[in-house]
């Protein structure tokens, strides 16, 4: 049974009309910034625990790289999609944000685990939540092993998402993009009173219409942030959210015959768009709840529980391979074949968790002890499961081709199977010391993690304790600038084989992660700041035989060797005058397989991983027409390879993305009026060209868009 619709199309302007201009006094709100990143943190909110997973630890002073993208880009036009929101943080690629379908990234080269990367208020949720930014204060980045806060999870790092807290306001936001796609937002709330309890409220409905064919959604949006203080000692934050989306996906493209990267293709290409398509339809709920009580002085507890489910339709008329060899790659002509997939699936993830620490000073020697426990489960159930085409008589599957992607074929018949429900566990003991002396401090960690993972029909495993150690060492320099050294170990859940292995959905061991890094901070009086660090990581090497007796010509799914990145990164904002601002971030990664015995990948640079990525923004408020601000971002990607060994790689390519934002008053409401322009100049270039879901996949740059928005407030 669908869930009642929560609101429409014209319900929510009319609410935001009537609920400003009745409403009480914002809090004071600053001028409106286009689409930038911070490299400083704000400072930690002393209740939520941040990407760290401490709570009160300011990001910004700690011994590790996190970017932070702040709410003034969440609420501009078109940022809608996490890859949207994400798009000048160069330590982070696209790895399957396709449209229409939950996003995955890569951080640091590494791929992201759906499982064990994505937070909420520290609390894990599945990655196929397909998160929704409306209630969201900012988003915060981990760039490497985050040990003590993540447990078991992809070296890469991991991103958090904190909600946005009980305050007085009374905001809307509209937009409208060239296709006709429109968007309406409401933002409400009280904050805590004489009585200690504060409500936040958000609520969006959304007209998806993408630059791809064929492929227009709704979405609607529902949240309540509930903010208590019991007392002087103990406070309380509850979230729930809801969302509710329907969209066809659009899926990538594959290499011609596994050599040749396909020519003349429209951006706006959609293969998923057969009179048998479906859309995906994806519902996700989030309930959190957290307690912070001071205990004592120097004594704190902050404990916690929640939990993230997505129900989701899985549809789409998925191309894959070509019905001679190589049989896991478009044909050289464009023909592919075309399955009919579906899946009817439940991702739950849980979570409980607390934290004791206390503080104490000893003449020059301050420390900080901290004392946790944790637990984490993930369920996965697949019913109604198929991947089916048409076959002919001599065997061969149902074809289409690339230069004909709307031509009608008959819908396979369907036979679908219940798959045996998953599971993955981990039990955790956190133990974390920060010493402080003169302008030393010594950070200790100790995480033992106990993991039980089972995948039937990949084979169980049996638990195993695994003790992960972390270390940093930071030299104050002045009270504006540091040093920091560290050293961290991380374990993530053991890898399924591919279909187009020989042991297509074995289930491999858990892998460790070790991690060398070296940093640098700087913060200036003037609102300039730097951060910048070298890194070496290391993990054992997953990867499929080229030679073999799969159905693709493969073989088995191993480990040998290991895949090791070394990088560079650095991240500045500089204020050049009191009108221009400038914001850049590069990253520069080295990322190869050692020791593995196999030539096709050794010392290859891995799969869809740039030697450089980087961004710079700009920013001007023009002294002439107050509230008048222009901005303008290149953003750079440097050459990489599509396929695991080499032979295939993809140009790099420059994007421009411009904007301007002016503040004005509109019936007594402050009035931000947007105009953004993404891929100003309309080039081709190809986004993503990873490996997912059994398959190299191509994905196509988006054309150039338009969005324009305007953003009321209470003043």
Not at 215 to 239: E, K, M, P
Not at 447 to 455: E, K
Not at 501 to 520: I, S
């Amino acid at each position: 049974m669908k869930p009642p619709v929560l609101f429409g199309r014209a319900f929510l302007p009319a609410c935001a009309a009537s609920l400003i201009a009745t409403g009480s006094a914002l809090a004071q709100t600053t001028a409106t910034e286009l689409p930038a990143v911070n490299v400083k943190a704000p400072r930690g909110d002393a209740a939520t625990p941040s990407v760290l997973g401490t709570p009160g630890l300011d990001p910004a002073q700690a011994p590790a790289q996190v970017s932070i993208v702040p709410a003034a880009p969440l609420r501009e036009p078109g940022t809608q999609s996490l890859a949207s929101a994400l798009t000048t943080l160069p330590s982070v690629g696209e790895n399957y944000a396709i449209i229409g379908y939950y996003e995955n990234f890569s951080i640091r080269g590494y791929t992201l685990d759906l499982g064990s990367a994505y937070r909420i208020n520290g609390f894990i949720v599945p990655g196929e939540l397909h998160l929704g930014l409306d209630n969201k204060q900012r988003i915060e980045v981990l760039q490497g092993v985050g040990t003590l806060a993540a447990g078991a999870t992809g070296p890469g790092g991991i991103m958090n998402f904190v909600t946005k807290r009980a305050a007085d306001v009374r905001a809307a936001r509209f937009e409208l993009n060239q296709q006709g796609g429109s968007y309406a937002g409401v933002d409400l709330g009280i904050a805590p009173g004489e009585r200690g309890i504060g409500l936040r409220i958000n609520a969006a409905h959304e007209e998806m219409r993408p630059y791809a064919d064929k492929a227009n959604g709704t979405r609607n949006f529902l949240s309540l942030a509930v903010d208590a203080q019991i007392s002087n000692a103990l406070t309380l934050t509850a979230d729930l959210e809801y969302q509710r989306r329907s969209q066809p996906a659009v899926p990538g493209f594959q290499l011609l015959g596994g050599t040749t990267l396909p020519s003349g293709i429209d951006p706006r290409t959609n293969i998923n768009q057969q009179p048998w398509t479906r859309p995906v339809q994806n519902e996700a709920t989030f309930a959190g709840l957290r307690a912070d009580w001071r205990l004592a002085p120097d004594w704190r507890l902050n404990a916690g529980a929640g939990q993230g489910i997505a129900r989701i339709a899985d549809n789409l008329a998925f191309p894959f391979g070509c019905n001679s060899a190589p049989v896991q790659f478009f044909c050289a002509n464009g023909d592919y074949v075309l399955y009919d997939y579906h899946s009817a699936e439940r991702r739950s993830s849980t979570q409980f968790d607390a934290t004791l620490t206390h503080q104490w000073q000893s003449g020059a020697l301050a420390q900080t002890l901290a004392f946790g426990i944790d637990r984490i489960e993930r369920r996965i159930s697949q019913r109604d499961n198929y991947s089916t085409t048409n076959f002919d008589a001599a065997g061969l599957g149902q074809s289409g081709n690339l230069y004909n992607v709307a031509a009608p074929l008959p819908a396979p018949v369907v036979s679908g199977t219940n798959l045996a429900p998953t599971r993955a566990r981990q039990s955790s003991l956190v133990l974390a010391d920060a010493l402080d002396w003169s302008n030393w401090r010594l950070h200790l960690g100790l995480r033992v993690t106990r993991i039980d993972q089972q995948t039937p029909g990949a084979g169980a495993q049996a638990p195993a304790t695994h003790r992960l150690p972390q270390a940093a060492l930071t030299r104050l320099l002045t009270p504006q600038s540091r040093l920091y050294a560290s050293y961290a170990q991380g374990l993530e859940f053991g890898s399924e084989a591919p279909t187009t292995a020989e042991n297509a959905g074995a289930l491999l061991a858990p892998r460790k992660t070790r991690q060398l890094e070296a940093g640098y901070k700087q913060e200036w009086n003037n609102g300039a700041n730097l951060s910048a660090a070298v890194f070496r990581m290391s993990r054992p090497f997953d990867y499929i035989e080229p030679v073999g007796n799969s159905f693709a010509g493969l073989g088995l799914f191993k480990r040998a060797g290991d895949q090791v990145h070394t990088g560079a990164e650095i991240n500045t904002q500089i204020p050049i005058t009191r009108q221009l601002r400038l914001q850049a971030a590069a990253t520069w990664l080295r990322a190869r397989a050692e020791g593995t015995g196999v030539p096709a990948y050794e010392g290859v640079q891995v799969q869809n991983i740039p030697r450089l990525r980087s961004s710079v923004t700009a920013r001007y408020a023009f002294a002439d027409a107050p509230g008048l601000e222009a901005g303008l971002t290149w953003l750079h990607t440097g050459t990489r390879n599509a396929r695991a060994d080499g032979s295939v790689s993809v140009p790099g390519y420059e994007r421009f993305d411009a904007g301007l934002a002016y503040v004005t008053r509109v019936a007594g409401q402050k009035a931000t009026w947007q105009l953004k322009v993404t891929n100003l100049l309309d080039k081709r270039y190809w986004r993503d060209v990873g490996y997912a879901y059994s398959a190299d996949l191509l994905f196509p740059g988006t054309p150039r868009q338009v969005f324009a928005g305007l953003l009321l407030e209470q003043p």
